[in-house]
């Protein structure tokens, strides 16, 4: 019996016993007629259960074949039924809005004035008849015609495959009655038993036989170590352990990490070793071509020893393309004694790193852990005996001694059971259940065993992560917000926020190892995760074809009933996709064309989710992106367009009919137009909304009530523009901008924001833009920002361009309700504001502190008080002369473009500014024109 027979019984017989699929077919009945209603309850409640415990049990995947059109069926026709109710949703929606529309003019005409933008329309009382318009009736009936055909069928089916013993029945219906999961946290990964394999390795790093002098015929300054193993053997694990060694020996004076995997892009490993080569982790730009990124990484590892970790490489199916050696010839500019240490399933696969790369001697198979170290590394993740009774303690070590010789030494499988074992440690029968699976005698097996401990809506969730390439990295915030769109999410409490329940969803996959942290460090410090390759594997069977994607090296044909796609590059779209008249996600990872996007809006009306990038191509002028079909997407909730930098985007007033809408993206043009009369007040479920910074803002957002992301909002003095649009914004959270504080002309106008309000925002953004110079009086300005007081949970404050006389009550007084460990602050262009030491007395907790172009001439004293301060940057304050006495704590300085006299003393031995530096890890003292 394979695992592909086996994932596939459990994924189709989980997704059918969802309780997505029990709220969609409980709807669905309410419009039947009663005689017919019972006559599918009745398949529902009787035919159904026992198919699905027919899929779910193991033996009778023999029968699969039997089974796997009529799911395909089923499926289609559950589908179906989804989007006619959502359709239906869509229309009631619409009767809201037009009742909504009357309601306004009579007020209007009866009072005769006009009516203010207040809440939107999901608030409203007025309640919408719904009733199913006669085509929507008609394809409802033809989706649950086919499901009562299906079921009927099933009937006579399911005794051909009854071949289970009643025992294994009882097993397998019991798995949803155990106890509910402990609420134990997830360990950190541990690394045991590699102190030799992490010494050996290092030692073969700083060997230099196998190396060649640059200016030889060879002209390769690297070679190369190789650890082989099979998946889950813990290679990479190895490799991060040596890679955070080397990084703090500081041998090498760069360690890059790369992931390559199979089926790797050129342009995209040479971008990530750009951005990991960048001493400022910048972000890689756009070159025109790939001979010009090659250069520039020249430049960035010209003379320097480095050690580059190439995780997952893979043997070239074609030997001519020598793609990997190919991939590293802009190498060879780095300093003598440069390595590389790869990691590969297959020990063949060093060769293609180029001749002489890779000698024989220094490639190894990864060693297998001593049991006892193994048995330790198990214990860890299963057990949290801070959380376990003692009585119970002894038993469940036993058991798990007995449990860990089957896991063969798999490090992935001591995670990935232990993982699951410790969610139910108070339950011993769960882990002597656990000890008679046979399944966990190989790594493959302990995989399927712990996806099925997974309610059937996290399974769902972490089979859709197969849309994405192996190894993508994935934002935990965005991937959240894809489930949601998609419908994955679902709760029996109302009030339950979507998003808090999905992020519960990939914590659990976190806990137990179906995700995995991926490094942060080159990615502008932001977490993302990964999938595990034999994870990923898993994900693609039980997705089977409801997931695709359409990457380089991979040419396969789209099956028709896809419903989720990915295309790495819009060059390799084809028309064949406009076929696809059921798709629901479509991710363009970068180069798409407008031509390609105006067909989507026609032909795949049925998106829920479309995301798109498109390649910046240098051309005179602006580029004009129109979309003015895009009101036919009535099922779209995620809409994410990341245009070029030159391009001017023209939005159709049709984009307010795009009721369901609940992210609205775009980003990156440089000039936005729309409708004067466009009421984004119609957008009701809209939640988040992230425009480019410098975009303008829609008249009347305050409408919508339910949002939580805004990124920036740009106060102007039209109707519908002003501060007070913030006022019943309440549930905004993370980061909000207001750019143009200027045209806020009083205190009181200020507090109508009541920015305070908004507890969940954690970082603030306050431009007042000195192109209004003089249009408000400083003391005015001052006024302004005693009104704009932020909550006191806020942990990043930025004040830009401001030119009040002094600072607001709430910045320099403890007890005058402004932010309460504050993390950040930045002060920029606020040219009237002198140094005060109640800012720091104020806030005592920050950690990271930027003074840029202020006209301060010292640093209040009490600054070497503030304990927990890590980072300080001073930009271009010419008048400084000295430095204070810093804090301690401080880790990072930088100083940029200051009094060149000051500037030379903090680089002069023994003066007394430089003794005053000794004490920080990172200095940076520089002045522009020395560069």
């Known amino acids: 019996m394979s695992l592909q027979a086996v994932a596939w019984g459990i994924s189709v017989a989980g997704w059918i016993m969802s309780p997505i699929i029990s709220k969609l077919l409980d709807k669905v009945l309410s419009y039947c007629k009663s005689n017919k209603a019972e006559t599918l309850r009745h398949l529902l409640t009787d035919v159904l259960p ?67 933008a207040g809440p939107s329309n999901q608030d409203s009382i007025i309640e919408a008849i719904l009733t199913l318009p006669g085509a929507l009736n008609r394809d409802l009936k033809d989706s649950m ?109 760069l360690v890059i990490w790369i992931h390559v995997s199979q089926n790797y892009n050129t342009r995209d490993i040479l971008k990530e070793m750009f951005e990991a080569a960048s001493t400022d982790k910048q972000a890689c730009p756009d070159y025109s071509s790939l001979d010009v990124l090659e250069k520039e990484l020249e430049k960035k590892l010209n003379g320097k020893r480095f050690l580059l970790v190439l995780d997952d490489i893979w043997c070239d199916e074609d030997g001519n393309q020598q793609k990997l050696e190919n991939l590293l010839s802009p190498l060879n500019c780095g300093k003598k004694g440069s390595k590389i240490l790869a990691t590969s399933r297959n020990k063949d696969a060093f060769s293609d790193l180029g001749p002489g790369v890779a000698v024989s001697r220094n490639i190894f198979p990864i060693s297998d852990l001593d049991g006892d170290v193994f048995l330790e590394l198990f214990m860890y993740y299963a057990l949290d005996i801070t959380n376990t009774d003692d009585s119970e303690l002894m038993e469940l070590e036993c058991i798990g001694a007995k449990i860990a010789p089957k896991l063969k030494g798999s490090p992935l499988a001591a995670r990935m059971v232990g993982g699951q074992l410790r969610k139910k440690q108070n339950n011993v029968d769960f882990w002597r259940m656990a000890l008679d699976r046979d399944l966990l005698n190989e790594t493959a097996g302990a995989v399927w065993w712990s996806y099925q401990q997974l309610d059937e809506q996290v399974r769902r969730c972490f089979s859709y992560c197969s849309i994405f390439p192996r190894r993508h990295s994935l934002d935990r915030d965005r991937l959240v917000k894809l489930w949601v769109a998609e419908g994955f999410i679902q709760t029996a409490n109302p009030e339950e926020d979507l998003e808090v329940v999905g992020q519960h969803y990939f914590d659990e996959l976190l806990a137990t190892s179906f995700m995995q942290p991926g490094e942060a460090k080159y990615y502008g410090g932001k977490l993302w995760y990964l999938i595990h390759d034999l994870m990923y594997d898993l994900a693609e069977k039980v ?76 051309i005179w002028g602006r580029i004009l992106f129109k979309m003015p079909a895009v009101g036919h997407l009535k099922h779209l909730r995620h809409l994410d367009l990341r245009l070029p930098p030159n391009s001017k985007l023209i939005l159709p007033i049709t984009l307010t009919k795009l009721y369901h809408l609940q992210v609205l993206n775009l980003k990156s043009y440089s000039e936005l137009e729309f409708p004067p009369e466009m009421d984004v007040g119609k957008l009701s479920n809209l939640r988040h909304m992230s425009m480019a910074h410098h975009g303008m803002t829609f008249p009347n957002i305050g409408r919508l009530t339910s949002l939580k992301t805004l990124e920036c909002f740009r106060v102007s003095i039209g109707h519908g523009c002003d501060i007070k649009q913030l006022r019943g914004l309440n549930n905004l959270q993370g980061h909000l901008a207001i750019a143009d504080v200027s045209n806020v002309k009083s205190k009181n106008e200020a507090l109508e924001a009541d920015l305070a309000a908004k507890t969940r925002l954690t970082e603030l953004k306050l431009i007042w833009n000195d192109r209004y110079d003089g249009m408000t009086s400083p003391a005015v300005e001052a006024e302004v920002l005693e009104g704009l007081c932020p909550p006191r949970g806020l942990k990043s404050l930025e004040i830009n361009e401001y030119r009040g006389l002094g600072y607001p009550s709430w910045m320099v007084g403890v007890q005058n309700g402004g932010p309460e460990y504050l993390n950040r602050l930045l002060l920029s262009k606020c040219y009237q504001l002198g140094p005060a030491p109640e800012l720091f007395e104020c806030f005592i907790h920050l950690r990271e502190l930027t003074i840029w172009r202020s006209c301060w001439e010292h640093f209040p004293d009490n600054v070497k008080d503030l304990k927990w301060l890590k980072s300080l940057t001073i930009e271009i304050c010419l008048n400084l002369k000295s430095l204070p006495e810093l804090p301690r704590s401080l880790e990072i300085f930088t100083m940029v473009d200051c009094e060149r006299g000051f500037t030379e003393s903090c680089n002069q031995v023994d003066h007394p500014n430089w003794q005053k530096l000794q004490h920080v890890k990172s200095c940076l003292v520089y002045h522009s024109d020395d560069l």
Do not use: W
């Open 145 to 253: 015609c086919k499901i009562e055909v299906v079921l009927h069928k099933a009937q006579s089916i399911i005794p051909l495959a009854e071949l289970v013993e009643k025992s294994k029945k009882r097993e397998i219906s019991g798995k949803y009655v155990f106890a509910k999961d402990s609420n134990s946290s997830a360990p950190k990964v541990k690394v045991t038993g590699r102190d030799a394999d992490r010494g050996r390795i290092a030692q073969m790093l700083r060997d230099t036989e196998d190396d060649v002098d640059p200016g030889s015929s060879d002209s390769k300054c690297f070679s190369a170590i190789g650890i082989y193993g099979i998946s889950g053997s813990g290679k990479t694990t190895l490799a991060q352990y040596v890679c955070k060694y080397e990084e703090n020996q500081k041998y090498f004076d």
């Open 50 to 116: 026992r198919l699905t415990l027919t899929l779910e049990a193991a033996e009778a995947m023999d029968h699969s074949k039997l089974f796997e059109e009529m799911v395909r069926v089923l499926k289609s026709a559950f589908y179906d039924m989804e989007d006619i109710l959502d359709e239906l949703e869509y229309i009631c929606h619409k009767q809201q809005l037009d009742a909504q529309k009357k309601s306004d003019k009579k007020k209007k005409g009866k009072n005769n004035v006009g009516v203010e």
């Open 543 to 618: 997705a089977a074809n409801d997931c695709f994607k359409i990457e380089s090296g991979l040419r396969r044909q789209v099956p028709r009933d896809v419903r989720y796609l990915f295309v790495a590059n819009g060059e390799m779209a084809t028309e064949e996709i406009f076929e696809l008249k059921n798709l629901r996600t479509l991710i363009i990872h970068e180069s798409a064309n407008e031509v390609f996007l105006q067909n989507v809006f026609k032909k795949l009306r049925k998106l829920r989710v479309l995301s798109v990038k498109y390649t910046y191509k240098k």
